[in-house]
């Protein structure tokens, strides 16, 4: 029996961050943020993330949300940074509506949130020092499928 429980929380954490799925954008005056998250099996999500202002593409990373023995995992590979390895952000904490990943050895940003504020809209807030100081961004992304 207790096998059977087991069993069935297997990638609980993942399940429970389904609603990352899909297109998100925000556009504004400064350009275009858009995250596009798919699911390529039961364990982990995916997504790409890039900044596009005007014709230049300012930001591209490519993102693993990954649950491994229960544990969940952020993994962003940021092109032209780190020598395009991948830096890992564990998860911190999560509510049915957040997740916030943190790694402080990670120059900036040391904490990622992503947040549902509704269906079809979230908050990614990106936080951290940075030259001695406290940073914060926040972009609302609206979703697009």
Same mark, same amino acid.
């Given at each position: 029996?207790?096998?059977?429980?087991? !069993?069935?929380?297997?990638?609980?954490?993942?399940?429970?961050?389904? $609603?990352?799925?899909?297109? $998100?954008?925000?556009?504004?005056?400064?350009?275009?943020?858009?995250? !596009? $998250?798919?699911?390529?099996?039961?364990? *982990?999500?995916?997504?790409?993330?890039?900044?596009?202002?005007?014709?230049?593409?300012?930001?591209?990373?490519?993102?693993?949300?990954?649950?491994?023995?229960?544990?969940?995992?952020?993994?962003? *590979?940021?092109?032209?940074?780190?020598?395009?390895?991948?830096?890992?952000?564990?998860?911190?904490?999560?509510?049915?509506?957040?997740?916030?990943?943190? @790694?402080?050895?990670?120059?900036?940003?040391?904490?990622?949130?992503?947040?549902? @504020?509704?269906?079809?809209?979230?908050?990614?807030?990106?936080?951290?020092?940075?030259?001695?100081?406290?940073?914060?961004?926040?972009?609302?992304?609206?979703?697009? !499928?």
């Amino acid at each position: 029996m207790l096998f059977s429980c087991t !069993n069935n929380s297997k990638n609980e954490k993942i399940r429970a961050s389904q $609603w990352l799925l899909g297109q $998100w954008k925000n556009t504004s005056e400064e350009g275009i943020i858009a995250e !596009n $998250w798919s699911q390529p099996n039961d364990s *982990t999500l995916i997504a790409t993330s890039y900044y596009i202002k005007e014709e230049d593409t300012l930001h591209f990373e490519n993102i693993i949300l990954k649950e491994t023995e229960g544990e969940l995992v952020y993994e962003t *590979t940021i092109k032209g940074q780190n020598n395009d390895k991948p830096i890992l952000f564990p998860l911190l904490s999560e509510t049915e509506n957040e997740l916030i990943f943190e @790694n402080l050895q990670n120059d900036y940003p040391q904490k990622i949130k992503y947040q549902r @504020n509704s269906k079809s809209g979230i908050t990614i807030s990106v936080s951290g020092k940075q030259a001695k100081k406290i940073v914060s961004e926040q972009f609302k992304m609206t979703k697009s !499928n």
